[in-house]
């Protein structure tokens, strides 16, 4: 397994962008999928985007799509989440998971995921 640590995440205004970062360690991250999931307060945790090991499957949540952009670096051991034309109702905690096994297409369920990082907070104000 790897060990994920997310960080980038802060408060923006609506309509601004961030960053997050996925920073992984262990030898295993240039094979696993990756993905990034968010939990609100209240909510259940739910899928955002993920990308293969490759970068040749990738996934995003209806209600991300054309505003967000999954993209890992594996040379750098880092995966990345570009968020652009944020809205109030993405604020939440997002997470950083990864999973080892070669699926195709790449997977979208937190139950695929075998590692997790500690999250970071998105707060978007409107």
């Known amino acids: 397994q790897v060990q994920l640590v997310e960080s980038g995440g802060g408060s923006v205004q609506a309509g601004g962008s961030l960053r997050l970062s996925c920073a992984a360690t262990g030898r295993t991250f240039s094979t696993s999928a990756m993905g990034w999931f968010r939990q609100a307060p209240g909510k259940e945790r739910e899928f955002v985007a993920a990308?293969?090991?490759?970068?040749?499957?990738?996934a995003y949540a209806d209600s991300v799509k054309g505003r967000f952009t999954i993209s890992r670096d594996n040379a750098k051991n880092t995966g990345y989440l570009l968020m652009n034309s944020l809205a109030p109702e993405d604020t939440a905690v997002y997470y950083c998971?990864?999973?080892?096994?070669?699926?195709?297409?790449?997977?979208?369920?937190?139950?695929?995921?075998?590692?997790w990082g500690q999250g970071t907070q998105v707060t978007v104000s409107s």
């Open positions: 990308i293969s090991w490759s970068g040749g499957s990738i």
């Open positions: 998971a990864a999973y080892s096994v070669n699926y195709w297409p790449v997977r979208t369920r937190p139950a695929d995921f075998g590692s």
